[in-house]
């Protein structure tokens, strides 16, 4: 993935306007955006975040919003209550894991420019249908997932592709469709990505 940053106006903005925000978006070719202005579709809102957090300003020095070692540190972290929500139904724990990378890069405090909530980014609705309090709690919104992901892969007749691209789409996009997945581009890059690194995960664990 390549990062595109664009901070010109962002500096400005830290420096004359302490309540502007900053916001990271993703577009159709994978390119990730950094700037202070709001972007229209199809660019997709990642995060927001407020300047002058300790976040915010590793984002202005290192043009980047990756860290390796908080990504490896939250894997770790929260691997555990992937591996519990897996057993208790039934789904492959690198299932969960991928759709997790996919949906947040195990960032608890991820929110969509939609609403989507958390590690596995539950919307408000959906998340009080799976008994979920508060998604940015990493054991309850992956608890959550877990169990939509498994009502998914019932209703879908364990189909992993499809389950996936409704847990995007949303599971009567998938079925408007005709049981396959949706002529939308958002979600069929969505399902390769999720497909791509289930692979990764299972070839790793096989080895």
């Known amino acids: 993935m ?10 400005m903005c830290y420096c004359t306007a302490a309540q502007a925000q900053i916001f990271k978006y993703l577009d159709a070719q994978g390119n990730l955006y950094i ?6 579709s199809p660019y997709r809102l990642l995060e927001t975040y407020q300047p002058w957090s300790p976040y915010t300003a590793k984002i202005a020095k290192s043009n980047s919003t990756y860290n390796p070692q908080v990504y490896k540190n939250n894997v770790q972290t929260y691997l555990p209550h992937i591996h519990q929500a897996a057993k208790k139904h039934n789904i492959d724990p690198q299932l969960l894991h991928a759709i997790v990378d996919t949906e947040s890069a195990f960032n608890p405090q ?5 609403g989507a909530i958390g590690l596995m ?10 008994g979920v309090k508060n998604s940015y709690d990493p054991k309850q919104n992956i608890a959550g997932g877990a169990l939509y992901v498994r009502q998914l892969l019932d209703m879908f007749k364990q189909d992993v592709r499809l389950s996936v691209a409704a847990y995007n789409a949303g599971e009567n996009a998938v079925i408007r469709a005709g049981r396959a997945i ?19 995960l ?6």
């Not at 980014?121 to 799976?130: F, G, R």
């Open 121 to 130: 980014q539950l919307m408000p609705k959906t998340a009080e249908k799976l």
């Open 110 to 114: 991820a929110k969509s420019k939609a």
């Open 182 to 200: 949706p002529n939308y581009p958002e979600t069929k890059r969505y399902v390769q990505k999720v497909m791509k690194r289930y692979l990764e």
């Open 202 to 207: 299972q070839k790793a664990d096989a080895t």
């Open 2 to 11: 390549r990062f595109l940053c664009l901070f010109m106006l962002s500096i």
């Open 35 to 40: 700037t202070d202005k709001k972007m229209p």
